[in-house]
């Protein structure tokens, strides 16, 4: 009877011991606190967005000028070289017949109120830029060579092949912006398109016209800018405010309910730009607060600490 009664009360002592450390272990895990996610946080804005297409376009100059010979003869003189600018009826060229290269002053010579000379002489017809020159000073040229090549600097365009699905695009841009490789943007403007698609590629040249202020090269490539689509006084949150799926079917973004909850909210998404994007639906109200930084991977009612 005494064995039993020891055994007994050592159980009943071990029981209480079990007891008393679930408690205590449960009081501990009570008492934890749970991790809180720093976040940065925006509230939405009304503004004007864009979405745009950018292609590319090549200058070219649509006026060439070929400078002739207008007679058989040597090249007496030419001081031309490629890239030098010209104006109209510069002297470009002087040309000598074979027959006065031979015979020389003898004519002058004997009936000096001949005033022979068999020296003709080659004028520029339009001012521009010389980009190509044939001959120099010495050289034969029959009757009809081409002596050098001349480009209209007024001609200057840039050529846009742009996908016929896009004409309806380009016809709400009136003007358009070129930006150069070296970063210098000019404002151009459709002018014609040539009534003709590339069989492959199913694009239609158009042709812009530019007005720069100094030589551009020909065959230089730009970025062409266009709006394809505005809407103005919508509701707009930065890009890394908007979270989406891997197959980018679903769109959220992690709403503050209190200071320290967010919630995940569903939003449809409308255009957007580079930076900015438009939200569609749910409105939001001009105090809600909207996670920025933080909200990658945080799931619905996550604990969050604002951080500035």
């Avoid at 009943?12 to 007891?19: E, F, H, I, K, P």
């Avoid at 068999?118 to 020159?133: D, P, Q």
């Avoid at 092949?161 to 709400?172: A, D, F, G, N, T």
Wanted: hydrophobic content about 40%; glycine content about 4%; proline content about 4%.
């Amino acid at each position: 009877m005494k064995q039993f009664t020891v055994n007994a009360l050592f159980l009943l002592l071990l029981s209480a011991t079990l007891v008393c450390c679930q408690q205590a272990s449960k009081t501990t895990a009570e008492e934890a606190p749970v991790p809180e996610t720093p976040v940065q946080v925006t509230t939405v804005n009304n503004a004007t967005l864009s979405e745009d297409i950018v292609l590319n376009a090549t200058s070219a100059y649509l006026e060439k000028s070929f400078v002739k010979a207008n007679t058989n003869g040597y090249l007496q003189s030419s001081t031309l070289q490629a890239g030098a600018a010209v104006s109209s009826n510069q002297v470009l060229f002087k040309l000598i017949t074979k027959e006065a290269r031979a015979i020389g002053n003898s004519i002058n010579q004997l009936d000096p109120g001949f005033k022979f000379s068999g020296i003709s002489t080659i004028r520029a017809e339009k001012s521009g830029y010389v980009i190509l020159v044939n001959h120099q000073k010495g050289d034969y040229v029959q009757d009809g060579e081409a002596l050098a090549t001349i480009i209209n600097q007024s001609s200057l365009v840039f050529l846009l092949e742009l996908p016929y699905e896009m004409r309806s695009v380009i016809l709400q841009n009136k003007t358009l912006e070129l930006t150069l490789p070296d970063g210098e943007k000019l404002k151009g403007s459709i002018t014609s398109s040539l009534p003709a698609v590339d069989s492959l590629a199913q694009t239609q040249r158009m042709i812009i016209k530019v007005n720069a202020t100094h030589p551009i090269p020909e065959n230089l490539i730009a970025r062409v800018k266009m709006v394809k689509s505005e809407a103005a006084h919508v509701q707009v949150l930065p890009k890394s405010a908007v979270l989406t799926n891997e197959t980018e079917d679903e769109f959220w973004v992690m709403k503050l309910i209190n200071d320290s909850t967010a919630v995940k909210t569903i939003v449809k998404k409308g255009m957007e730009d580079g930076k900015s994007i438009q939200i569609l639906s749910p409105v939001f109200g001009a105090k809600d607060r909207l996670i920025t930084i933080g909200n990658y991977g945080l799931a619905d009612t996550a604990k969050v600490k604002i951080t500035h």
